[in-house]
T-cell receptor
Framework: EAEVAQSPRYKITEKSQAVAFWCDPI?????LYWYRQILGQGPELLVQ????????DSQLPKDRFSAERLKGVDSTLKIQPAELGDSAMYLC??????????????FGPGTRLLVL | KNEVEQSPQNLTAQEGEFITINCSYS?????LHWLQQHPGGGIVSLFM???GKKKHGRLIATINIQEKHSSLHITASHPRDSAVYIC??????????FGTGTRLQVFP
């Protein structure tokens, strides 16, 4: 069964360093999401791509976070510089939207980030 | 007040018990999702529903659009059901608004 792949699974970094996370969605899924989940809370959408275009990045802290999906397939989320409060689980999900029909989102295993 | 509220926050049960997790929302939605998250972090989508009831194995999800309420039921619970169960809603866009989750522990 096709899965969303993410790497690394775990990342420990010091504050002010740069970190990058990678996501490979299910083949054929045009929509890709990056979420941040702080311990004990539900996920929060950071950015949503439709193919290579950003359709929602209203909750992305753009002073330090950036995301790209250059070829409309895999995606990278970067934080520079990392802050202590960025410690969280970063989840990637993808879905196959067909016209106006909403589809189930499929989640990757996540990248757990710890900033020291 | 959160747009999606779940109850209870924590739930313990003995193996075999019938379990109910509730979700209430305050916004207009096109669909409601129930998700399962195991300690390793990965999230699995259990149901997406916009009306009525869906069943998959021992899991049943219901939604009442008028009352803006959904329930997730687990029949004959098992220790492997132990996880965090998350309710999320989507409106006209794909954007999901998540509840904070219900942590379920089922003991043998």
């Amino acid at each position: 069964e096709a899965e969303v792949a993410q790497s690394p699974r775990y990342k420990i970094t010091e504050k002010s360093q740069a970190v990058a996370f990678w996501c490979d969605p299910i083949s054929g899924h045009a929509t890709l999401y990056w979420y941040r989940q702080i311990l004990g809370q539900g996920p929060e959408l950071l950015v949503q791509f439709q193919d290579e275009s950003v359709v929602d990045d209203s909750q992305l802290p753009k002073d330090r976070f950036s995301a790209e999906r250059l070829k409309g397939v895999d995606s990278t989320l970067k934080i520079q510089p990392a802050e202590l409060g960025d410690s969280a689980m970063y989840l990637c999900a993808s879905s196959h939207r067909q016209g106006e029909l909403l589809e189930t989102q499929y989640f990757g295993p996540g990248t757990r980030l710890l900033v020291l | 007040k959160n747009e999606v509220e779940q109850s209870p926050q924590n739930l313990t049960a003995q193996e075999g018990e019938f379990i109910t997790i509730n979700c209430s929302y305050s916004v207009g939605i096109s669909a409601l999702h129930w998700l399962q998250q195991h300690p390793g972090g990965g999230i699995v989508s259990l149901f997406m529903l916009s009306s009525g009831k869906k069943k998959h194995g021992r899991l049943i999800a219901t939604i009442n659009i008028q009352e803006k309420h959904s329930s997730l039921h687990i029949t004959a619970s098992h220790p492997r059901d132990s996880a965090v169960y998350i309710c999320a809603v989507s409106g006209n866009t794909d954007k999901l608004i998540f509840g904070t989750g219900t942590r379920l522990q089922v003991f043998p």
